[in-house]
């Protein structure tokens, strides 16, 4: 079992959003880092990648990588 998994999603933005993504777990989160993010990127985003990516690992808990994406969504403009 995976335990990458969110205990709640969080909402972002695709494109010129009109489009919204669940995004439910780490993986997921680091699917959108590397394929959707915009172009600009701050600290937060690497800072979410690298927790993403240990959760993903097991070496980190699921819970700090879903509040990292959070900050680095919201700073980034596309946290619904």
């Known amino acids: 079992m995976r335990r990458d998994f969110w205990d709640e999603p969080v909402e972002v933005i695709i494109g010129d959003g009109d489009h919204l993504k669940s995004i439910c777990s780490s ?21 979410a990648k690298r927790i993403c990516t240990d959760a993903v690992d097991g070496r980190a808990d699921s819970s700090a990588a879903a509040l990292a994406f959070k900050v680095a969504a919201d700073e980034a403009g596309v946290l619904r």
């Open 27 to 47: 993986r997921d989160a680091l699917a959108y880092l590397m394929t959707c993010w915009p172009r600009e990127k701050a600290a937060s985003y690497a800072v």
